[in-house]
């Protein structure tokens, strides 16, 4: 077993008020989780991956997550 399966997990053990989801694997395997609706939209609290994926995918993370942040911040005011 990997260790972010080992942590996803645990994570879900000591947080199952938490969703997460694992970003991690093969390139088919990461386009389909990272063209899932509910990621895209950023609805999971926790997005377990590695410093490779990350970089890997560097414009998801940061294209997805700052236009969420955005409407997230526009949405409180």
Do not use: Q, W
């Not at 395997?29 to 063209?35: Q, S």
């Not at 999971?44 to 409407?71: G, H």
């Amino acid at each position: 077993m990997s260790n972010v399966v080992y942590f996803l997990l645990v994570g879900r053990r000591f947080t199952p008020g938490l969703s997460s989801i694992k970003v991690h694997g093969s390139a088919k395997e990461r386009d389909r989780i990272l063209e899932m609706p509910e990621v895209l939209r950023g609805d999971y609290d926790v997005y377990l991956t590695t410093y490779e994926m990350i970089m890997t995918e560097e414009a998801f993370f940061t294209e997805t997550f700052l236009v969420n942040l955005y409407m997230y911040l526009c949405s409180s005011y």
